[in-house]
């Protein structure tokens, strides 16, 4: 069963707006991490955030913030003042558990434009 | 301070074919992970290794072999390659529960 859902293939956003990158998640565990990773065309990824699942705090990281709501499994990108740089894939991913190895479930992604 | 580095960045095989990707850090990292990310699919987890001499599979293992003999170096083979391999491969590491660092990527495609 997929775990980690991000609904939106495809997102445009204006320049220096900002844009939300919806994700959603499933686990029966406690202890948990969730994470943000960024796809240039150039095919490297990119650590954004992280968020664990005992902080209380969202997760900031310059322009980029996670929007953690517990309750309803979600862990949203926010990415303020999106530049023309930000065209990207956008993967969600999640680690379950504190110890096994401490393996990630990626999201199928979201393709990000920045129009100008 | 190379980080995270794969050899090769493409290759091209037949069918049935035998490789071996090289995954080599020098962060000093326990874990290590293979990927292979297929369009529409993001990142699968093929095998992963908690430290030297370990290895599990992951999501995707069948087809594949690993090995971590070093702590630095960890190696996914492919015995008889099909074209349903064809994919980019990704290895990271990890120091714990948090961030992986990413390799460059191999391109591999099966024909």
């Known amino acids: 069963a997929q775990k980690i859902t991000q609904t939106q293939p495809g997102m445009f956003v204006q320049e220096k707006e900002a844009v939300t990158l919806d994700c959603t998640y499933d686990t029966s565990d406690q202890s948990y991490g969730l994470f943000w990773y960024k796809q240039p065309s150039s095919g490297e990824m990119i650590f954004l955030i992280y968020?664990?699942?005992?902080?209380?705090q969202n997760a900031t990281e310059g322009r980029y913030s996670l929007n953690f709501q517990k309750a309803r499994k979600s862990a949203n990108l926010v990415i303020s003042a999106s530049q023309l740089g930000d065209s990207a894939m956008y993967f969600c991913?999640?680690?379950?558990?504190?110890?096994?190895?401490?393996?990630?479930?990626f999201g199928a992604g979201t393709r990000l434009f920045v129009k100008a | 301070n190379a980080g995270v580095t794969q050899t090769p960045k493409f290759r091209v095989l037949k069918t049935g074919q035998s490789m071996t990707l090289l995954c080599a850090q020098d962060m000093n990292h326990e874990y290590m992970y293979w990927y292979r990310q297929d369009p529409g699919m993001g990142l699968r987890l093929i095998h992963y290794?908690?430290?030297?001499?370990?290895?599990a599979k992951g999501e995707v293992p069948d087809g594949y072999n690993v090995s971590r003999l070093k702590k630095q170096n960890f190696l996914l083979g492919l015995e008889s390659a099909a074209p349903s391999q064809t994919s980019v491969y990704f290895c990271?590491?990890?120091?714990?529960?948090?961030?992986?660092?990413f390799g460059p990527g191999t391109r591999l495609t099966v024909t």
């Open positions: 990271a590491t990890s120091g714990g529960a948090y961030e992986q660092y």
């Open positions: 991913a999640m680690r379950e558990g504190d110890t096994g190895g401490f393996k990630t479930i």
């Open positions: 968020q664990g699942s005992y902080d209380e």
């Open positions: 290794s908690v430290g030297e001499g370990t290895t």
